[in-house]
């Protein structure tokens, strides 16, 4: 039961995996009963010590899962949002969406593979599905730019989020990016206008946004699709105005495990940091061991949050739902100043 790629936090599993293949591999079959021995067939006999002794360490291995995954460090909740396994924007569509429909181009420039956009079903509300794709082999993420989406990507998701207000259809996003592709084109074309505009005018949308981190959140590159009514962050991702690298090689001048691990504490970038502060409204619980261990499973918890707060959303006239989604980011940042002669009791 090894898997190739494997998180350092995660290597007391290894064992545990062995040990289970191998209590597997001894439990013999079940007999083939004979014919008309439905008594067997019903049964299901095996061979009762290698099934018992596979089942005692299978809970084991999950009672040593959640242990791992209910206090995960920062730095290492950073690490499993990156997994290579973890389910990204297309895999979530595959599992939660109906007549997918996708679009392409930003009737600009070009298209942008970092960014997917498309009209779908998710139960039996029409959306507007846009998020960020990482892409899973080599070739895949070198296409993708890694997440790291152009100014034609945000250009691109906006036209179809205008296209969805004009027919009064909900958007759904999912981020998951480490920022904004920072290359020279990138600039020449635009990329801190696009994602400013995109920011302005999201705020202004007549139709329920609602946003979900569902790995990476870095800086201005998820907030170009991430201004919504509802903010939500599932249980292992992290959203923060930087990536701890980055911070490191500020504060620092070097990124290493020591740098990396004390900015992403002092980042506060986990999903109830971000909750704490009001950055978020939400927390996304993950099947236990991580989104990339069940995908069908992280697509459920996302599919019915989703739902919940559109049932909520649809109901608001639009310049209510456009108020509050003002409102809501205005509060951010706030801060309560005290008088002189306090800050210096």
Known sequence: MATFYQLDFEKPLAELDERIAQAEKASPPAPVPA??????AEAGVTNPKGSSESQALRAERDAMLRKLYENLSPWNTVRVA???????????I?????????????RRY??????????GRIGNRKVLIVGHQKGKTTQEKLGCHFGCAHPEGYRKALAKMELAAKFGVPIVTLVDTPGAYPGLGAEERGQAEAIAVNMREMSRLPVPIVSIVIGEGGSGGALGIAVADRVAMLRNSWYSVISPE???????????????????????LTANDNLALGIVDAVI????????????????HLQGWITAQL??????????LMDARYERFRKLGSFDELPLDAANA
Not at 82 to 92: E, G, L, N, V
Not at 113 to 119: D, S
Not at 251 to 266: D, F, H, R
């Open 110 to 119: 070009g298209e942008d593979t970092a960014i997917v956009t498309g009209f």
């Open 311 to 320: 049932d909520e959303l649809t109901g608001l006239e639009p310049q209510a």
């Open 35 to 40: 014919f008309g021995g439905l008594e067997n």
């Open 82 to 92: 990156r997994h290579p396994d973890r389910p990204q924007t297309r895999d979530y």
């Open 94 to 106: 595959a599992r939660m969406c109906r007549d997918f429909c996708e679009l392409h181009g930003d």
């Open 246 to 268: 980055g911070c490191a090689a500020i504060l620092w001048k070097q990124a290493n495990e020591q740098t990396n691990t004390a900015a992403a504490e002092a980042l506060k």
């Open 285 to 300: 619980d993950e099947p236990v061991g991580g989104a990339h261990r069940d995908p069908q499973g992280a697509a459920e």
